[in-house]
């Protein structure tokens, strides 16, 4: 077995594990560093859509907040990140 099959086999060893994509996406913020929603999306891939609905649900449900602002690898502008609780929303 190559280090590719066994990726892909933690994958979907782990994607099997949750019931519901808002699980899914609980499980990404708590185990990445400063979670963006591209990052989550990136980690878990699940399409973008589902992933910012997931992330809106948890915040109203306050499982997780946006934790504060850092620069996007990927488009260079500034976005948000998460973190598990209900803390305060980091400033506009």
């Known amino acids: 077995m190559t280090v590719a099959d066994t990726s892909i086999k933690a994958y979907h060893d782990l994607q099997d594990k949750f019931k519901t ?8 913020v708590k185990n990445t560093y400063k979670p963006s929603s591209t990052d989550i999306t990136n980690v ?8 910012t609905g997931r992330l809106n649900d948890l915040e109203k449900e306050k499982a997780i907040h946006k934790a504060g602002k850092k620069l996007c690898p990927f488009t260079h502008c500034m976005v948000y990140y998460y973190a598990v609780g209900p803390g305060k929303e980091a400033e506009q």
């Open 44 to 51: 878990s891939k699940l399409p973008r859509s589902s992933v």
């Open 21 to 28: 994509q808002k699980e899914w996406v609980l499980y990404c």
